[in-house]
């Protein structure tokens, strides 16, 4: 799906409509030494293996893809909920 690069939406912080610049949101590098992921692979690890069965193939064909929309007159950043399709094109 082609999305515009510019888009005029509501501001929460403005209190009205303004042009918004438009991203899609990437997920951030995980850390692997955070207390969850070392629990995970002290779990995986011993006798007995993996503590919860390894997800072998995914039930949906498409993920969500979200939208990061900054404001262009106060630079806040909303995040609009994510549109189920294959491929997101910004600035068309």
Same mark, same amino acid.
């Given at each position: 799906?082609?999305?515009? !690069? +510019?888009?005029?939406?509501?501001?929460?912080?403005?209190? =009205?409509?303004?042009?918004?610049? %438009?991203? %899609?949101? &990437?997920?951030? !590098?995980?850390?692997?030494?955070?207390?969850?992921?070392?629990? =995970? +692979?002290?779990? &995986?690890?011993?006798? /007995? /293996? =993996?503590?919860?069965? +390894? $997800? &072998?193939?995914?039930?949906?064909?498409?993920? &969500?893809?979200?939208?990061?929309? !900054?404001?262009? *007159?106060?630079?806040?950043? *909303?995040?609009?909920? /994510?549109?189920?399709?294959? !491929? $997101? +094109? *910004?600035?068309?």
């Amino acid at each position: 799906m082609k999305y515009p !690069k +510019e888009i005029s939406t509501y501001c929460p912080k403005c209190k =009205q409509h303004t042009a918004h610049a %438009v991203s %899609v949101y &990437k997920a951030g !590098k995980p850390r692997t030494m955070a207390w969850g992921s070392r629990r =995970q +692979e002290r779990r &995986k690890h011993g006798y /007995g /293996g =993996q503590k919860f069965p +390894e $997800l &072998k193939r995914t039930a949906k064909t498409t993920k &969500k893809s979200t939208l990061r929309l !900054k404001c262009r *007159v106060c630079n806040f950043t *909303v995040a609009r909920l /994510g549109i189920r399709l294959r !491929k $997101l +094109e *910004v600035g068309a």
